[in-house]
């Protein structure tokens, strides 16, 4: 059964920073709750804030035995609904409102019952008691309709997803006004559909509904969205000896799905992409898999199922035309390797070499290795576990990634079965830069200078801060302050302003100290706070959000 409402986890005193409260929440709020609100929250930021959280890491089976979590990506769904809500004649303040639901109920009722998962995690030992065909059908089988809470899907948030009903039917035509659907997204092809008001998951399908071509199980957590058009793309991935790559479209004005280009190459975990004014761009980075992905079926999880990072290998960037029945596959580049979770932007620009010619721009989070797969088990992240202080020591570069921009040069206008290569521009201090990455989206996909995320300097044993990042100059702007955990800054821009930092930054942010959290509200420019609306129980260390201003 699901955790009580309302049940709250034992305080985190202040040398414990941070403890299991961030990992392991019992409380959650069905029903919208007014919040308390310190400073102000700007009039621009009314609408919903929508953030994803974890539930309890623990949970006692009817056998009596403890299954524990042991890696964060693998830590059970909580979505956290934040509305914002206009001032009005009797209220002339901002108000905020905050309700929140476990979104994978049978999933734990499952294990309760069983004592184990029977789904591919990140990070999660397999049980040994699973045959190779139970390992088979949780990889590749189809999903079962009526079991629309036994997914364990939080990663990214979508809102009016275009080609998808409220339930995850195949619906053409645009999407009505406001808020229609809300969908939980993870690194593989299912989409389970929540009702945007109480968060309780009501549908669920997988890419083929979009296209039937789209049968692999794999694909980017973080499609990428035209702001203007509302149109998305993503790749989906096909694993096998010959694994196929597939990038798709979706039209937001008619539902309708085109596939942009096929082509093989190894299979790659992959968690984000980049888009341009013209181009969707997929680097597969240093993270194959073993045996083409089939290594899923004996490994259970892909941090066991990838190859050994290989400096030696390098990176493949696959540049596609992102116009429906356009030239498909450009160009194809190699670069140093590296691997990461989260591109940046990605723009274009004249080329330096031919001003004829384009060459893209693309930004990314950086890793020198895959050590940063097994820093974020549970255990490596707690301050009184002995291996957190080896992974949270700042020399450990191996586990913190860096700012690191890379440069395609001179892209060809038709096809070109020539590999380029890709240059780095530069590289910024490891851990200081900015993960779990934002910018504002009037510079998307456009050349910009300012980028948002949270830091991991070595002040904790997890991440100590937010950062802002100026890409003129190099420097950077902190929030930092002893016992708060942030999550992913979320960009709200000011209409009234101009300036490409005029706005906000709405981050959750764990209080250590008092033990529960609360919306925080930055000045962009400046990096200090406004504003915040304290919760009365502990959001979860979760990934990502999304804000949706009302019209």
């Known amino acids: 059964m699901a955790p009580p409402a309302n049940e709250s986890t034992s305080t985190t005193h202040y040398n414990d920073w941070p403890n299991t ?31 994803n959280g974890l539930g309890p890491r623990d949970i006692q089976t009817e056998n009596q035995t403890i299954y524990r979590v042991s890696h964060w990506f693998d830590c059970f769904a909580q979505v956290h609904r934040f509305q914002i809500h206009a001032p009005t004649p009797e209220q002339p303040r901002v108000r905020v409102t905050h309700n929140s639901r476990l979104t994978c109920d049978g999933l734990v009722r ?6 184990y998962r029977g789904e591919i995690t990140l990070g999660a030992k397999y049980d040994p008691c699973m045959s190779l065909f139970q390992k088979a059908q949780s990889v590749f089988k189809t999903i079962p309709r009526g079991l629309l809470d036994e997914v364990d899907i939080s990663v990214t948030l979508n809102v009016n997803f275009p ?25 593989n092809s299912t989409f389970q559909m929540l009702d945007p008001q109480t968060l309780e998951p009501i549908g669920i399908a997988d890419q083929t509904v979009l296209h039937p071509s789209l049968r692999g199980p794999l694909s980017a957590a973080h ?23 597939r990038v798709f479209h979706v039209s937001h004005s008619t539902g309708k799905t085109s596939i942009l280009a096929t082509f093989k190459h190894a299979a790659t975990y992959v968690h984000s992409l980049f888009l341009t004014e013209n181009y969707v761009v997929l680097c597969l980075w240093n993270a194959r898999f073993r045996a083409g992905g ?37 160009a194809r580049y190699e670069s140093d390797p590296f691997f990461s979770f989260h591109t ?15 060459d893209i721009i693309a930004d990314v989070c950086a890793y020198g290795s895959l050590d940063v797969l097994k820093r974020f088990y549970i255990d490596n992240l707690l301050s009184d576990s002995a291996t957190a202080h080896h992974y949270g020591e700042s020399r450990n570069h191996k586990a913190r990634g860096a700012f690191r921009r890379f440069r395609l040069p001179a892209v060809p206008e038709v096809s070109n079965h020539k590999t380029l290569t890709a240059e780095i521009v530069f590289s910024m201090e490891k851990g200081l830069g900015s993960e ?89 420019k400046t990096m200090t706070e406004v504003g915040r609306a304290i919760v009365n129980g502990v959001v979860g260390f979760g990934f990502h959000g999304a804000h949706v201003r009302d019209n």
């Open 344 to 358: 940046i932007n990605a723009y274009e620009e004249p080329s330096s070499s031919d001003p004829s010619k384009t």
């Open 21 to 51: 409260q961030g990992f392991d929440v019992r409380y959650q709020e069905l029903e919208p709750t007014e919040l308390p609100i310190q400073g102000t929250i700007p009039p621009y930021c009314v609408g919903v804030l929508f953030r």
């Open 294 to 330: 089939m290594s899923l079926l004996w490994t259970h999880n892909f941090v066991d199922a990838l190859a050994d990072y290989d400096p030696t290998q390098r990176s493949t960037w696959f540049v596609v035309d992102r116009t429906p029945g356009g030239r498909g596959l450009i």
């Open 163 to 187: 080609g998808l009903s409220v339930t995850g039917s195949k619906q053409e035509g645009m999407p009505g006004p406001g808020i229609q659907t809300l969908c939980n997204r993870t690194d």
């Open 110 to 115: 499952r294990i309760q019952r069983t004592g």
């Open 223 to 245: 499609c990428k969205t035209d702001l203007i058009t509302g149109d998305v793309y993503n790749y989906n991935l096909d694993i096998g000896l010959t694994s196929t790559y």
């Open 436 to 524: 779990l990455p934002q910018i504002s989206p009037r510079v998307r996909g456009c050349k910009y200078r300012y980028v948002y995320g949270v830091t991991d300097s070595g002040k904790s044993v997890f991440l100590d801060g937010l950062v802002k990042h100026d890409v003129v100059t190099q420097t950077s702007l902190y929030w930092s302050q002893h016992g708060q955990t942030a999550s992913e800054p979320i960009f709200v821009a000011d209409p009234d302003s101009e300036d490409e930092d005029g706005g906000v930054l709405l981050s959750v942010v764990l209080n250590g100290i008092e033990g529960n959290s609360y919306l925080l509200v930055l000045e962009a």
